[in-house]
């Protein structure tokens, strides 16, 4: 009898065994995947005491962290850092090497993802010239928008492939390039205008809006939480690391809105009014309010087929920019993402389940200390003058050597340097050996790093440095520069196109390329992982895992605790 018991008890055991490893390895019906604009590899852990429980605490105790991520090419921007993501390949391979580049044919800036053969579906919903403040979205000549300058495909694109489009695809944030990015050429993508204060989308996905979209834009929504209201402080501010300091000199004083708090959002009929509501967490508030109705019109997550959606918060990049990621507004900031990530999991546990959710959570890049920051703890910075160096003494020498009385420094747009090739042609000079002379020049200005031409990246005349590495993975032919200029660590451009910020992401060093790499929910255990790695991981490890064929420039590594063979 006793025998019998045993044998009994261990072929439920063998049965219990086999059904929960079946079990392990069912598809997560929904994979959450969150970009936040800016986040610095180190921003959770620094603010977590003040934290609750279910936003970055939930991800540090149920989930998979990797401390120690970092991007490997050297243009750490929003554009670069998200197709990246999306993608797993580096710039060089899918062509956003910047948010913005050179055209050589229309002899202009283009602005990332514009495309003019589309429009955005609603009227007044353009760009607003007067209170836009990103530089890059203001060089746009079109107010449409896609994914076509992508050169390689998203996971999410090998998702609908591999589903036949049945997978629902969907991209959501303030910032056009956050979410066109990650939606991928088969997904849909609704991004925020600052002029209409609609969640707005273009002609490459939509002839006409969804029901639902009509709806959550019909009823005024940011006007409605946010109009004649401030941006207050969360907590005490004794509560805060630096509820000392609300008022730095480095801060943007913007009128209106102001350099303390409270930040008045103003009025809803103000042209300003949507603008405010980005620089605060209420844009990360609409985000969510937005993605939640996404979530249960589309029937996110609903059936046996896996869904994609990807949400690209980006209050923390603008509060960034305009504040330094070490001031007041930005920790609280973060707190109050804290939160709203802690209501998005919550929501998506209720309708979808965490169980049967695959989150992962990344930063398109970080970020650099306000310069005035630094130098209060002793830490030397210093600035560099671009705009004038097409008429600096030492260039001006080179074009009188070369014969060149006209422009040679046709554009610069960090980090980026374009030379009027009409002139070198016309002159019958040597495109390398011009591109050689100006870059030998600019390297002898203080605070650049490396000033490498196009030709020479080509003919891999670099030598093998952390620098030429990352330059290398951010090249690409049709778009880089003539010329790439890197600074050394703790320099900033100063005055570029009038643009003065708090603090200004761009650069290859580790401030700009260190960011969390973390999944979580679905089968997932806790794990902390202190080895090196990089953001372009996660592409191809959603792929091993949902089993679609690697995006098609993927090049990054399985990463091997989330696929469960560590
Ligand atoms: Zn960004």
């Given at each position: ?6 044998s ?64 490997g ?42 495309d ?5 579906l ?19 000549s079109?107010d ?13 694109d ?18 056009d ?7 991928g050429?088969?997904?849909?993508a ?13 002609s ?12 959550w834009?019909?009823?005024?929504i ?6 004649n ?37 103003g009025?809803?009929?103000s042209?300003?009014?949507?603008n ?12 969510l ?20 959606l ?10 960034g920019h305009?504040?330094s990621p ?12 804290d ?18 959710t ?36 030492s ?7 070369f ?16 030379l ?32 490498i ?33 890197l ?49 372009k991981?996660?592409?191809i ?16 590594e399985v ?8």
């Open positions: 009898m006793k025998k019998r018991i045993t009994v008890l261990i072929l439920l055991a063998l049965y219990l065994s086999i059904s929960s490893g079946l079990f392990a390895q069912e598809k997560p019906k929904l994979i959450l995947q969150i970009t936040v604009d800016q986040l610095r590899g180190d921003m959770p852990a620094k603010f977590m005491k003040n934290m609750g429980n279910g936003g970055f605490r939930y991800l540090k105790e149920k989930g998979i962290w990797y401390n120690n991520a970092h991007y090419h050297s243009n750490t921007e929003t554009v670069v850092g998200h197709t990246t993501l999306a993608t797993g390949a580096d710039p060089a391979v899918h062509g956003m090497i910047s948010n913005v580049w050179f055209d050589r044919e229309a002899k202009k800036l283009v602005y990332n993802i514009e003019s053969r589309y429009h955005i609603s009227e007044n919903a353009d760009i607003d010239e007067d209170t836009e403040i990103d530089a890059s979205q203001k060089l746009a079109t449409g928008r896609s994914p076509a300058n992508i050169m390689v495909t998203t996971f999410s090998e998702l609908a492939l591999l589903t036949n489009k049945k997978a629902k695809i969907f991209g959501v944030s303030v910032k390039r956050g979410a066109v990015t990650l939606a050429h088969t997904g849909k609704f991004w925020f205008s600052k002029t209409s204060g609609e969640f707005i989308t273009s490459y996905y939509y002839d006409k809006y969804p029901a639902w979209v009509n709806k834009n019909n009823e005024k940011s006007a409605k939480m946010f109009g209201k401030s941006w207050s402080l969360m907590y005490d501010k004794s509560k805060y690391i630096y509820g000392n300091e609300d008022d730095n000199e480095w801060e943007m004083d913007i009128a209106g809105f102001g350099r303390t708090f409270p930040h008045k959002y009025s809803a009929d042209k300003y009014f949507n405010f509501l980005i620089y605060s967490p209420a844009g990360d508030d609409l985000t309010d937005f993605a939640k109705a996404l979530i249960v019109a589309e029937d996110i997550g609903k059936d046996e087929v896996t869904d994609y990807s949400i690209s918060f980006s209050s923390t990049d603008y509060v305009l504040f070490s001031s007041l507004e930005e920790e609280d900031n973060i707190l109050r993402l939160k709203t990530l802690a209501e998005l999991f919550a929501y998506v546990d209720k309708t979808v389940g965490l169980k049967n695959l989150i992962v959570l990344s930063a398109d890049h970080g970020s650099p200390e306000a310069p005035g920051f630094l130098k209060s703890f002793g830490i030397d910075v210093d600035y560099v003058s671009p705009n004038k160096w097409d008429k600096a003494p260039i001006l020498a080179l074009k009188k050597k014969g060149i009385g006209q422009e040679l420094i046709q554009k610069f747009f960090p980090p980026y340097l374009y009027n090739h009409d002139v070198i042609t016309e002159k019958g000079l040597d495109l390398a050996e011009v591109q050689k002379a100006v870059a030998n020049e600019l390297m002898t200005i203080k605070g650049v790093a490396l000033a031409s196009s030709t020479d990246i080509m003919s891999n005349k670099l030598p093998d440095t952390y620098l030429s590495r990352k330059a290398l993975r951010n090249f690409n032919m049709a778009r880089s520069g003539d010329i790439l200029i600074l050394q660590p703790q320099y900033f451009y100063n005055d570029f196109e009038g643009e003065i910020v708090a603090a200004n992401h761009g650069s290859p060093w580790t401030y700009d390329s260190y960011v969390p790499v973390v999944f979580a929910g679905w089968n997932l255990k806790k794990k902390t992982i202190s080895r090196k790695v990089e953001p991981d996660i592409a490890t959603l792929s091993n895992i949902m089993e679609t064929k690697p995006p098609s420039g993927a090049d990054g990463l091997e605790e989330v696929v469960g063979n560590n």
